[in-house]
Antibody, heavy 120, light 108 residues
Framework: QVQIQQWGAGLLKPSETLSLTCVVNGGSFSGYYWSWIRQPPGKGLEWIGEINHSGSPNYNPSLKSRVTVSLDTSQTQFSLKMTSVTAADTAVYYC??????????????WGQGTMVAVSS | SSDLTQDPAVSVALGQTVRITCQGDSLRNFYASWYQQKPGQVPVLVIYGENNRPSEIPDRFSGSSSGTTASLTISETQAEDEADYYCNSRDSSGNHLVFGGGTKLTVL
């Protein structure tokens, strides 16, 4: 059974860099896309970006200038960095696996979520 | 504004059938996946592809699609089905993933 565990700093000041990491245990790491998703308090889900097993990233156009998603296949980890955070970046951040087989796809496994608050 | 549009709230009587919809141009070319999220919990995949359920999801959950609208149908709705439901697919460019705004389902 696939398990995804995530960690990172939960309290940041404006203009600092958000840094989160997920490690994947069980199942295959290669052959999948790995995504970051966030959810501001009381609001909906927002896709941030993804990276495939080859290390090619793909970002939400609205966040692309501030976001980097990277991969460490040797440790089955992937990470998110977001620069110049503001209060608007306060949210629960999730990492998730994107399952895709032909036209059948979806986020089938999720990390537990990390609450990140940005406050001076 | 989102590339995928959902009604903010829907209600259903206990034991009845409810349909939650998701509209977007990209749904002509891509299926939607659906997620259930209860307060304080991680989203859970309930439907993906044309109409596929993970093994742990009850068969009262089903999906369908027509034109620019994808639908999640819950039959014989139970009290435990009260949750927020999100659709997910590609954006209008087809190059990025996007979520709908979510639908809060209330079971009366």
């Amino acid at each position: 059974q696939v398990q995804i565990q995530q960690w990172g700093a939960g309290l940041l000041k404006p203009s600092e860099t958000l840094s989160l990491t997920c490690v994947v245990n069980g199942g295959s790491f290669s052959g999948y896309y790995w995504s970051w998703i966030r959810q501001p308090p009381g609001k909906g889900l927002e896709w941030i970006g993804e990276i495939n097993h080859s290390g090619s990233p793909n970002y939400n156009p609205s966040l692309k200038s501030r976001v980097t998603v990277s991969l460490d296949t040797s440790q089955t980890q992937f990470s998110l960095k977001m620069t110049s955070v503001t209060a608007a970046d306060t949210a629960v951040y999730y990492c998730a696996r994107w399952y895709s087989a032909g036209w059948d796809d979806g986020f089938d496994f999720w990390g537990q979520g990390t609450m990140v608050a940005v406050s001076s | 504004s989102s590339d995928l549009t959902q009604d903010p709230a829907v209600s259903v009587a206990l034991g009845q059938t409810v349909r939650i919809t998701c509209q977007g141009d990209s749904l002509r070319n891509f299926y939607a996946s659906w997620y259930q999220q209860k307060p304080g919990q991680v989203p859970v995949l309930v439907i993906y592809g044309e109409n596929n359920r993970p093994s742990e999801i009850p068969d009262r959950f089903s999906g369908s699609s027509s034109g620019t609208t994808a639908s999640l149908t819950i039959s014989e709705t139970q009290a435990e089905d009260e949750a927020d439901y999100y659709c997910n697919s590609r954006d209008s460019s087809g190059n990025h993933l996007v979520f709908g705004g979510g639908t809060k389902l209330t079971v009366l």
